[in-house]
């Protein structure tokens, strides 16, 4: 067909005014549709700007490229030419026997205005391009030119071929699908003027601490492959292959094949998947009406159903207009409203399915007067849609005493009507319930989750004031309130018999009781010195505030996040900053809290008489609880470390050790292992692992990218992480780091018109994001508390099923 060519956009100044218009005759031309055929053909450009010898590089990945041709199943198998002559791409014939051309050229201005309006055309026709390494250097004037590569090389930059480690975040893509998840090869690494990521979908990055990159480099997010549709086209660009002996390598070539195979038509691949304007963020609630939660009370979980409804609670915060009664005198200490909402998918509005009277609607002021209990987790039972019932986890107002600052948690199982939704209060079945403290704050915890064999995972705060201890370890013994210690977590977290700051595992059966499953961290039988004892509940100790947990349900994985004390740097006497925590858990364990943190990074021991004098720092692998507080067993389970933390000064840092294995917690010797983290002000919010279902016809379904990802993020949105990350499975259970990450934060918006403060987030049966907002204040909701919805819409894969080529016999 005819094909309309305009010249390619030129930038402005005088280098790009000094070139020629392109021939008038040459403004049309005809190019079938798509490019190349089933004979699929190959050509390769190494023609150059720059004198002299031709560059060794260029007979390297001629050779490379077609041996790729010539190997593989026949019907993916390809020819190549390889030319130096620009004078091709005003051919518009021969240009168009081609399914995809590669740019294996030292850069500069290889193509007039002409030619480049041939190379223009090819793609608007559907053509296939690939660049490498210094393709990026090409036809510098050319806007267009910029947009089929994605990026330009940074000015500075190493000059020569260093070892580094690449991130392969793209598991899906044929040319990365292959390859290692860490994938350890030497290069030329070139640095950008502009990250691409966002604009191009990146399936591959270069992690800058493994090399030197020099004075222009690009951080943590460091692009080195991507690909996109172009122009009507397909352009897959690799950094990589700046060397001669890169072509030689079986990985190397398995990434330029697979790259082929998709710009020659051959399979089809997403490069969309990352795209941020391919995703579109909804609000699906309204404000609510004045002095009324009728849309969304103080938000704190969420969960959604098989039919697409999600249910949100509020914890009990009424809005600010409502009186918060904190006189311990008044039998209303506290009492506040615990709501359930239910989002219609298919009718677009909110019901309040019912509200529970809590002890939580209370906030503010010093550390005797604020609260974080109340309804704080909800799940739905595995056969929800048949039996209709609903797990909340929360502190009943009716179970508090004035006199000794105790209540109540439980999880209690209600019975809704589908048909109205609205829950039967009169129907709850008490599953589970302990003893917490209410005189000093904070940590409830409250999220819930199912596994694959009907077990259901409960997360429960250390119940532990965030005072007393300097922001670092919990572990004051001496406050207490008529005798219960409010400020030692080796009552709570670190203690065997409590069910605080723990990770409980239990199987609810249907009469409303529940049974231990095997392969929890102690049997509930286990005596020791002084008549210890332990709880059977229990699967994970030493959490401080797990607000959030999730189970991929594909392994029946674990995973968690939780929220440190308050230390702004780390200590010499005392031991790590703030360490907002993330972690991967496989089996039943101890995560250190108040011990240890981050990967296994101990604090120092503190006890009665004097609890400011420091005691010795604490073996993570031996730990002992040896607080007068303890009611539990003395020996605890070694500490395993966890995967994610990060500190006011960054992610993951890390100290040199003395021959005890003690860090020197000196802030200036700290490195830092998680690059693209920092906090400051901070809360981790845990997040799910997204799982792909290709049987679903939705629309709106997050792509076969995001597939095995775990997502983890934080309650603020500065420079806290709101991400996606890539574990490896063979090291994840022990603390492993992630392999691979990379930012949400233009996906899942950010700002005070965008989810702001992050309260939790579950992908639905539409593969759609749910997120909740807090709002802008604390222990209440306001007009930006809400429901989000983040879709979808970039479409399938590429090329369409019509278009792909088919070999000839």
């Avoid at 009943?396 to 589908?418: G, K, Q, W, Y």
């Avoid at 700002?751 to 709002?775: C, Q, S, T």
């Avoid at 909701?781 to 399938?796: E, F, I």
């Amino acid at each position: 067909m005819a094909v309309g060519v305009v010249a390619a956009g030129l930038m402005s100044g005088p280098a790009a005014t000094a070139r020629p218009a392109p021939d008038p005759s040459l403004t049309t031309m005809s190019i079938k549709s798509p490019p190349g055929g089933a004979n699929v053909r190959v050509l390769l450009f190494h023609g150059s700007a720059a004198g002299g010898a031709e560059s060794p590089l260029v007979n390297a990945g001629i050779e490379a490229i077609e041996k790729i041709g010539l190997s593989g199943p026949a019907d993916q198998r390809f020819k190549v030419t390889a030319t130096d002559d620009a004078s091709v791409f005003t051919d518009a014939r021969a240009l168009g026997r081609y399914n995809t051309i590669v740019f294996l050229t030292g850069g500069g201005d290889v193509l007039d205005p002409d030619q480049e309006a041939g190379l223009e055309a090819y793609m608007e026709a559907g053509g296939g391009f690939v660049g490498l390494h210094d393709a990026a250097r090409a036809e510098p004037y050319s806007d267009w030119f910029t947009g089929l590569i994605g990026a330009r090389p940074a000015a500075s930059g190493p000059e020569k071929a260093q070892r580094a480690t690449v991130e392969v975040g793209d598991r899906t893509h044929p040319a990365t699908k292959n390859l290692p998840l860490e994938w350890k090869r030497p290069d030329k690494w070139l640095n950008w003027v502009e990250n691409p990521s966002g604009e191009v979908h990146t399936v591959a990055r270069v992690r800058e601490s493994t090399y030197q990159p020099g004075s222009g480099a690009n951080g943590w997010d460091h692009p080195v492959s991507w690909c996109r549709d172009y122009d009507g086209g397909r352009s897959f660009y690799t950094g990589m292959g700046g060397t001669v002996s890169s072509y030689d390598e079986t990985d190397f070539r398995d990434h330029l094949r697979g790259a082929l195979l998709w710009t020659n038509r051959l399979v089809q691949a997403d490069c969309k998947a990352t795209i941020t304007g391919n995703y579109k963020a909804e609000r699906l609630t309204q404000p609510n009406q004045p002095g009324l939660n009728d849309q969304i009370g103080e938000p704190h979980g969420l969960v959604t159903a098989p039919d697409g409804r999600v249910f949100y609670i509020g914890r009990g915060g009424a809005d600010a207009s409502q009186p918060v009664v904190t006189d311990w005198n008044d039998p209303d200490i506290g009492k506040g409203k615990g709501e359930v909402h239910v989002w219609d998918p298919k009718t677009k509005k909110v019901t309040l399915a019912g509200a529970l009277t809590v002890f939580g609607n209370k906030g503010g002021g010093d550390e005797l007067r604020k609260v974080e209990e109340g309804l704080v987790g909800i799940e739905l039972d595995p056969r929800f849609e048949e039996n209709g019932w609903v797990y909340l986890h929360y502190t009943p107002h009716s179970e508090i005493n004035r006199d000794t600052h105790m209540a109540e948690r439980r999880v209690s199982r209600f019975t809704l009507d589908h048909a109205t939704n609205k829950l039967d209060l009169a129907s709850e079945k008490v599953l589970l319930k302990w003893p917490v403290q209410i005189h000093s704050c904070c940590h409830a915890g409250g999220g819930m989750a199912w596994d694959s064999k009907g077990n259901l995972y409960i997360a429960t705060g250390d119940n532990n004031s965030s005072g007393f201890s300097g922001g670092y370890s919990g572990n004051n013994p001496e406050p207490n309130f008529k005798g219960v210690s409010f400020a030692d977590a080796r009552r709570t977290a670190g203690n065997t018999n409590n069910l605080n700051g723990k990770i409980l595992r239990i199987h609810p059966e249907p009469d409303g009781t529940y049974t231990l499953p095997e392969g929890n961290l102690f049997t509930g039988k286990e005596t020791a010195e002084g008549g210890g004892k332990t709880r059977g509940e229990i699967y994970v100790m030493g959490v401080r505030n797990p607000a959030r947990i999730s189970v991929d349900k594909k392994t029946d994985v674990l995973y968690a996040g939780w929220v440190g004390p308050d230390a702004g740097s780390p200590s010499t006497t005392w031991g790590p900053a703030k360490y907002d925590t993330f972690a991967v858990i496989t089996e039943a364990s101890n995560r250190g809290w108040p011990y240890c943190m981050g990967n296994k990074q101990p604090y120092r021991d503190r006890n009665l008489p004097d609890p400011s004098k420091p005691l010795g720092w604490y073996d993570c692998d031996h730990p002992k609880n040896e607080s007068p507080n303890n009611d539990g067993l003395v020996n605890l389970p070694p500490v395993t470390g966890n995967n994610i933390w990060y500190s006011p000064q960054g992610g993951g840092p890390d100290f040199p050790r003395d021959e005890n294995g003690v860090p020197s917690y000196e802030q200036d010797e700290a490195t830092y292992r998680l690059p693209w983290l920092k906090g400051g002000g901070q809360a981790a919010m845990n997040g799910p692992v997204y799982r792909y279902d290709a049987a679903s016809a939705s629309d709106v379904k997050w792509p076969e990218y995001w597939d095995g990802k775990w997502f983890v993020g934080d309650f603020y949105d500065a420079d806290q992480p709101r991400n996606a990350v890539l574990m490896d499975p063979r090291t994840q259970g022990d603390g492993g780091l992630p392999v691979h990450s990379e930012s949400l934060k233009k996906i899942v918006p950010v700002g005070n018109e965008g989810i702001r403060n992050l309260m939790g987030w579950k992908f639905g049966p539409d593969g759609a994001l749910y997120v909740l907002d807090y709002g802008r204040g604390f222990f209440t909701s306001d007009s930006k508390s809400a429901l989000w919805r983040v879709t979808y819409t970039g479409g399938g894969p590429t090329p369409a099923a019509g278009q792909l080529a088919r070999k000839a016999e």
